[in-house]
């Protein structure tokens, strides 16, 4: 998968705890996040072998950032503040 693949693991009770969420829909996230990758990553990896890789990410960082203009200024408002 991606180089972060069990990284996630030891935030599933922090997770369970921050978003008041249940154990199940945790792991559905992670599944949907896993079944993504698999599909996509062989998808990406083969645009970018035909296409030069630092303009395909330049691109998609743009695209992102039309998509939502206020993303790189955004602040959560619901997370607790660290004690």
């Known amino acids: 998968m991606t180089t972060d693949a069990g990284f996630d693991a030891p935030l599933l009770v922090k997770m369970e705890e921050v978003f ?7 792991a559905f ?6 079944i ?3 599909i996509f990553l062989p998808l990406w990896g083969a645009i970018a072998d035909k296409v030069n890789r630092v303009r395909l990410i330049f691109i998609m960082i743009l695209s ?5 203009p206020d993303a790189p200024k955004a602040k ?8």
Do not use: D, E, W
């Open 20 to 26: 008041g969420v249940n154990q199940l829909s945790i």
């Open 29 to 34: 996230l992670i599944s949907i996040m896993a």
């Open 36 to 38: 993504a990758g698999a």
């Open 64 to 68: 992102l950032t039309a998509h939502n």
């Open 76 to 83: 959560s408002r619901t997370l607790p503040k660290n004690k």
